[in-house]
């Protein structure tokens, strides 16, 4: 190899470095404040906060982010799109044959673990959504019907199979379920009960507050 296309690998190989170190700095500071707006909401959080859990100096969050709204919107849209790829990759993983309310169960679930075990991203977004300015909460938004839908197709297919009761409006039903399992982010404390009783206690709450009876046969 000539001096020439050495050095121009050279080049190429510590171009490839610093963007990778770039990506990883980014990534940093995205964990640190999904970490930190997750536990002191939007009007709490601070870029200092960030910036030392990130382990850089403050300055230096603006190379990667134009401001601090910037940053929480990022975060914001992450932790709803990471959510709906959740749940949407465990509903795959059911059977064909699944039930619908089988499928409802499963959500409740994955939506609790998801949001209070998995991923700051998402307790950062479910907590900080009302507090948000608009500006900051229009891609999370349009996120967030995406994740929606999901729901809704969920809820559908258990009202077309005669598995939701009948006197149940089905989006009142669907978003007083999203709601009160999006409300835990803020209650639940794992040193009070495990995610596993919040999850066993939520399925069982939900499944029988939402399934139809089952026909009895008449004169059994």
């Given at each position: ?8 690998a050279?080049?190429?190989s ?13 990534a ?10 997750s ?9 200092g ?7 850089i100096?403050?300055?230096?969050i ?12 990022e ?8 959510m709906?790829?959740h ?8 059977s064909?044959?699944?039930r ?11 939506h609790?673990t998801?949001?209070l075990?998995?991923?700051?991203y998402?307790?950062a977004a ?6 948000v ?17 999901v729901w809704?197709e969920?809820?559908?297919a258990?009202?077309?199979?005669g598995?939701l ?13 999203m709601?009160?399992?999006s409300w835990a ?22 499944r ?8 009895v046969?008449?004169?059994?």
């Amino acid at each position: 190899m000539s001096s020439v296309a050495r050095t121009r690998a050279t080049q190429a190989s510590d171009t490839g470095r610093s963007a990778r170190k770039s990506e990883q700095t980014r990534a940093r500071i995205l964990d640190a404040a999904a970490y930190v707006l997750s536990r002191k909401g939007y009007a709490g959080t601070r870029l200092g906060d960030i910036a030392e859990r990130a382990e850089i100096q403050a300055p230096a969050i603006y190379y990667y982010f134009h401001s601090r709204e910037d940053l929480v919107e990022e975060v914001m849209w992450v932790g709803i799109a990471q959510m709906r790829e959740h749940l949407e990759d465990a509903l795959k993983g059911l059977s064909a044959d699944a039930r619908p309310m089988e499928r409802i169960e499963l959500a409740v679930s994955e939506h609790l673990t998801h949001e209070l075990e998995i991923s700051d991203y998402t307790t950062a977004a479910i907590r900080n959504a009302g507090q948000v300015p608009e500006d900051i909460k229009r891609r999370y938004d349009r996120e967030a019907k995406r994740y929606g839908d999901v729901w809704h197709e969920l809820f559908e297919a258990a009202r077309k199979a005669g598995e939701l009761r009948a006197d149940l409006d089905p989006m009142v039903a669907r978003m007083l379920v999203m709601g009160a399992l999006s409300w835990a982010a803020e209650w639940w404390n794992p040193r009070r009960e495990s995610l596993a009783t919040v999850t066993k206690t939520a399925v069982s709450f939900i499944r029988n507050g939402l399934q139809a009876a089952p026909d009895v046969a008449e004169g059994s």
